[in-house]
């Protein structure tokens, strides 16, 4: 860390943060592991913050999910929908987002959100890509 972040160097915070070598941003796996997912991408940000604010570190590019909106409630998503995750893959990134605003307010750290999201979708054959949907539908 010390090698890394100089006083004012901007951080990029990976929220898809490995755990056991692997990165955690499967939406099914956090329903069935929400633990896994919580200590990883909350707890880990935390101390990936208390790390960095003690370098100084005052801006952040945080790496977020369209999964903190939850199911749309219209079409389409700008920054001012509402947002209400529904599984802890979500949830986690909403909850990072939260700490973010109140360590803005409290260190004057300063973060830019980046939300992405898979706009292509699955491959139909499984080749490429994740088919989540149906999955969580039948359990």
Same mark, same amino acid.
């Given at each position: 860390?010390?090698?890394?972040? =100089?006083?004012? #160097?901007?951080?990029?915070?990976?929220?898809?943060?490995?755990? =056991? =070598?692997? &990165?955690?941003? *499967?939406?099914?796996?956090?329903?069935? *592991?929400? /633990?896994?997912?919580?200590?990883?991408?909350?707890?880990?940000?935390?101390?990936?913050?208390?790390?960095? $604010?003690?370098?100084?570190?005052?801006?952040? !590019?945080?790496?977020?999910?369209?999964?903190?909106?939850?199911?749309?409630?219209?079409?389409? !998503?700008? &920054?001012?929908?509402?947002?209400?995750? !529904?599984?802890?893959?979500?949830?986690? &990134?909403?909850?990072?987002?939260?700490?973010?605003?109140?360590?803005?307010?409290?260190?004057?750290?300063?973060? #830019?959100? $980046?939300?992405?999201?898979?706009?292509?979708?699955?491959?139909? *054959?499984?080749? /490429?890509?994740? #088919? #989540? !949907?149906?999955? /969580?539908?039948?359990?």
């Amino acid at each position: 860390m010390k090698s890394t972040f =100089g006083p004012t #160097t901007p951080a990029l915070i990976p929220l898809r943060l490995p755990l =056991g =070598g692997g &990165k955690k941003f *499967d939406v099914v796996e956090s329903v069935e *592991d929400p /633990m896994k997912y919580y200590e990883n991408n909350v707890k880990n940000t935390i101390n990936l913050l208390r790390a960095t $604010l003690s370098r100084r570190v005052k801006h952040f !590019i945080f790496l977020s999910s369209c999964a903190t909106y939850g199911n749309p409630v219209k079409i389409s !998503i700008d &920054k001012d929908h509402p947002q209400n995750p !529904i599984n802890p893959y979500g949830r986690g &990134k909403y909850i990072v987002k939260k700490i973010f605003k109140d360590y803005n307010r409290a260190y004057g750290l300063s973060f #830019t959100s $980046l939300r992405y999201f898979n706009a292509a979708g699955a491959d139909p *054959d499984g080749e /490429m890509g994740k #088919t #989540t !949907i149906q999955k /969580m539908t039948t359990r």
